[in-house]
């Protein structure tokens, strides 16, 4: 199944809600990837890098028949994905990938690649005071 996700910095929901698959050309901040579940790697990457247990997401358009969804990703993810050195990005990079395999699976291969771009995204978002969300299409 074809999964295409992006990971981009938005003023607020509304601007947020504009986005996706058809609407690429929005002009944010924006990191494009694909092959995996993003909810589920936020989920993982939150518990990862903040400890604990993974935060409910904030669904900004609720995925319906059409296989799309955008959420935004958790305040405390974001903090820890900007504060984290890239030694760091790297060791939740191949834990990551460990826990995926037992789910959907994740693109070992980009995982630093995601991380490392989210995590300069998130120090984006915070630069700017303004979230980041990730959109994602899986028809």
């Known amino acids: 199944m074809l999964r295409v996700v992006e990971f981009f910095v938005a003023p607020d929901d509304g601007a947020s809600a504009v986005v996706g698959p058809r609407r690429r050309g929005h002009g944010f901040p ?8 993003p909810d589920d790697a936020v989920a993982d990457w939150e518990v990862l890098l903040v400890g604990g247990v993974a935060s409910d997401l904030r669904v900004v358009v609720p995925m319906k028949n059409d296989g799309f969804m955008v959420f935004e990703v958790p305040g405390s993810l974001c903090s820890a994905l900007a504060a984290a050195r890239r030694g760091r990005l790297v060791e939740v ?21 995601i991380l490392t771009e989210v995590a300069g995204l998130a120090r984006t978002a915070e630069d700017l005071g303004q979230p980041l969300y990730c959109w994602y299409f899986a028809p």
């Open 93 to 113: 990079a191949a834990e990551w990938v460990e826990l995926a395999e037992a789910k959907d699976g994740a693109p070992a291969e980009m995982a630093v690649e």
């Open 30 to 37: 924006a990191f494009g990837c694909a092959d995996f579940f």
